[in-house]
């Protein structure tokens, strides 16, 4: 296992610590850091043994999307085996969401 594959969890897993979490949290998770099967299988390794294990969790997953200033987003599947220049204008696509998390509750 790669510590880079399992940075977004133990980052998840820290912020749960601070933010006092004892029975549950919600959670968006972008696909471009991982899935949420692969999200939960990772968290219940490490919360085995811990106050979080059994812990009620809500992952929210958030498609991978490029988007360009003139406005045109599409998503990574529609991206995949094309180019990443904008159809419309020819600019470069940038990343508009699906590479980030964010803990949306936790209780
Ligand atoms: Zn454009």
Do not use: Q
Request: charged share 30%; with cysteine; hydrophobic share 35%.
């Amino acid at each position: 296992m790669f510590i880079n594959k399992v940075r977004p969890v133990l980052d998840v897993i820290e912020e749960l610590s601070e933010s006092g979490c004892v029975k549950g949290f919600r959670m968006r998770l972008g696909e471009g850091l991982m899935n949420s099967d692969s999200f939960s299988r990772i968290f219940n390794r490490f919360a085995e043994g811990t106050i979080f294990e059994d812990i009620d969790m809500e992952v929210e997953e958030v498609p991978v999307r490029y988007g360009c200033e003139c406005g045109y987003v599409r998503n990574l599947s529609a991206l995949s085996g094309g180019s990443s220049n904008c159809p419309r204008c020819g600019n470069d696509l940038e990343v508009v969401e699906g590479f980030d998390y964010e803990l949306l509750d936790v209780f």
